[in-house]
């Protein structure tokens, strides 16, 4: 199963996302916490990121091109993937349509979970994640055990630097503009599917299961 989550940031594309993987064995990759980990790790590739990042601003088609090419050809995306947060652009959408054919294979579904912008930016705020090992939590409606502290590993949980109300808004008008035309490429593909992402996570989900099956 070769899925895509598309949708705003803070849609909940990577709550579902990891939530896809647990269920159909499959890996979960998002290019957002491929560069976190690069910025953490303070490779040259995460420094190129950070500064697009900070920003709110997409990191450029030629640094996330071949990383996603080279990943969906490790041996643990046989059976399929979760691809969250590419593609992000229509160049590269058309860079992985090319890179998939030449595979002689497609995407199943692009699902797109949608929700409008006043209640991301409710979203966003309440956001605080594990750089450690990449899980999401929300202050209201995903509260970790004890606060502020990683149920999965113990590390700190922070507000992440592009979490931050400014940035959020811009994030909101480079989603507007470079991703959100994502919606009418995969239609005419024909592999979208839409799913109500303002419902609870598990309700979210289970509009999801109803689609992929058991
Ligand atoms: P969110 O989950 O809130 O949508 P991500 O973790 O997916 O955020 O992405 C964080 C940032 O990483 C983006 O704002 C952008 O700067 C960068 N990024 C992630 N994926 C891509 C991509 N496919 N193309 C360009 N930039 C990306
Ligand atoms: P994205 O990957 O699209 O940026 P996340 O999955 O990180 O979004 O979700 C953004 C924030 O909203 C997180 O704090 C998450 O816990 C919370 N969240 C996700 N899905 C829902 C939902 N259905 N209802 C309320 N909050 C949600
Ligand atoms: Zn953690």
Redesign the pocket.
Known sequence: MKLIML?A???????QAKKIAAKYNIPHISTGDIFRANIKNGTELGKKAQSYMDQGLLVPDELVCDLVVDRIQQEDCRNGYVL?GFPRTIPQAESLTAAMEKLGTKIDYAIN?EVPDENILK??G???ACLACGA???VE??APKTADICDTCGAGLVLREDDKPETVQKRLDVYHAQTQPLIDYYTKAGVLAEVD?T???ED?FKAITDLLGE
């Open positions: 949708g940031p803070g849609a909940g594309k990577g709550t969250d979970v979203r966003m309440g956001r605080r999401t939590y929300h409606f995903n992402g419902q609870d996570m979210v």
